[in-house]
Structure formats: structure tokens, C-alpha cells
């Protein structure tokens, strides 16, 4: 082949792929023309679907962002000054503040001490009568009488009445302090560890409060008794029945607050319960009354009473505190 064909088929290759080239990007050209259009209207209402639906719902996304969440308030209480604390130069119960209280110490000071410093005085003065009458000096021919009935009689029918004067009142007294808790009382599940107290809400959230003592010198700043005051206190609503459960988480523990009239064991692997009720608002402190170990005496307790609308605030300022249980009506 000469220099002048070759030169010819390689212009005429050229030619051919150039128009090949125009053919195929004229075709592309031409079919992705109109589909601009299309595609534009198609992809509006599509765009807007999704803008209308995010403007419906902002609407309550915003709202529910606008709306503020209770997250609760509280204050510690100041305790008051000879209420459900022990007093300097006490020497009896302290002042009760629940009905079982109130029916407790009524027992005590109107029958059992009475009866108690009558039978006394009567041992007294038949002692002194034993002594000055019947010595060696005033009566040196000893009596022989082996037994003398109506004495026998007396000595053994009136000690029977005594007993059954204190068993009435105080078989009803037992009675009351097990009453069971009427339903939808308010639960506070207490456990005993060593050596501090934790106070779980299974009703309002399942949250649980750890206490423990108070050095001596920040409870004489807060205006508190030392060795009874305590970082977190039990606080509970006054005025209606709670069903005190305690438990112990490694040996026998005692929750117990004498202003209250309240005293229960907490025993590991078991549920104690009892019903506790407080009159009005304030801070009664407690011990545990077991003997649990080295730091025994370094378990105070604290009990906060407080009306139910400031204690269900208080329950919002706890991690994972709810309210919306109903209180159980105040027993009869």
C-alpha cells in the first residue's frame, strides 16, 4: 500500500469516528433534555411532602420543648427543739406524735405507773412492819402458824386482778401497733446495713435514699442534735398511714424512733412491716436499737414529715421519682 492510501484510510477513519461520536453524545443530549423538566416536577412534590410533614410536626416538638418539667423542690426542715429529739434531764418517754403513741404512753402513765408505785409502797411498808414486829427483840417466842387462809386467798386473787387490769389495755395496745396498712398506703422499704440506712420508694419510682451520720460539728451548724442528725433524711407525708418495711442486708438491725412510738427489726432475708402514722410535720430522730457490730451506735436515724404536696415535690428532686399514686385515707 502506498504512503498517499494510507493516508486516505486513515482520514476516513478519522471522519467515521468523529461522526460515530457526534451521533452518540447528540442522542444523550437530546433524550436528557426533556427529562430535566420531569424530574424537577416530580422531585417538588416530593421535597414538599416531606417540609409539610416536618412544619405539622414541629409544631408539638416545639411545644414539647416549650413545656417546663417540674423537676420539684426541697428544703430541709429545721427541727424544733424538744419535738421528737431527747431533752436535757429527761427522765420519761419522750412527747408521742402518732396515735399509737399516744395510746402507749396514756398506758403507761395512767396504769402501769400507778400500780406500779402502789405495789411498791405496799412491799415497802409490810417490810418495815416485818422489821420493827416481828424481830427477836420485840417478839422473842416466834409465832408456829403454818398458814392462815383468807391471807392466802388475798395473796393470790388480787396479784390475778392486777394482771388481768394490764393485760386488757395492753393486749389492745399490741393489737393496734400490727393493724394491717389499709391498701394504697404509702410503702418505704427500709434496709439496715453496716453500719447506715437505706430508704427505698416503691411506690414513687423505685428510688432509694442512702443515710448516714452527720459529723458532730456540721449537726450543731444545721442547728441539729449531734450524733442523731444525718446527711439524707427518710422523709415521708404526714397525716396519713405508711407501711414501714424493713429488711436487713447483712445482720439484725432495729429501726426505731421513740417520739413515734415505732420500733421494728430488720432482719436479713425477712420483711417486717408495720404501720406508721405521724400527726403533723417535723423531725424525729431515731437509733438503731440492735446490737449490729463495730459502728452500732453510729446508725441515727432521721424521719421528716412533711404535707403530701410538699413530699411529692420532694420525690421529683430524686433520680427517678414519680408521683401520681393516690393516698391512702387516714385510718380511723
Known sequence: MSLADTARSMGKAFRTFGVAAALTFGTQALAAAPAAPVAAEAAAPVAAAPAAAASDSAAPAVAAEAAPVDKGYYTPMKPTAGKGQPVDKGWTFQDQYSPIGEEGLWMHDVILMPIIVAISILVL???LVVMA??????????SKTSHNTLIEVIWTLVPVLILVVIAV?????????Y????KGALTVKVTGYQWYWGYTYPDNGGFEVISNMLPDEDAVKNGEPAQLAVDNRMVVPAGEPIRIQ???SDVIHAFAVPSLWFKLD??????????LFIKEPGVYYGQCSELCGARHGYM????EALPRDKFEAWVKTQPG???GAAPAAPAA
Open 125 to 127: 411498808v409490810l417490810l
Open 133 to 142: 414486829k416481828f424481830n427477836k427483840r420485840a417478839n422473842p417466842v416466834a
Open 169 to 177: 389495755p395492753s393486749i389492745r395496745l399490741l393489737a393496734h401497733q
Open 179 to 182: 393493724d394491717p396498712a389499709p
Open 246 to 248: 424493713t429488711i436487713g
Open 266 to 275: 430488720a432482719v436479713p432475708g425477712r420483711i417486717n412491716e408495720k404501720v
Open 300 to 303: 441515727p436515724i432521721a424521719v
Open 321 to 323: 421519682g414519680t408521683v
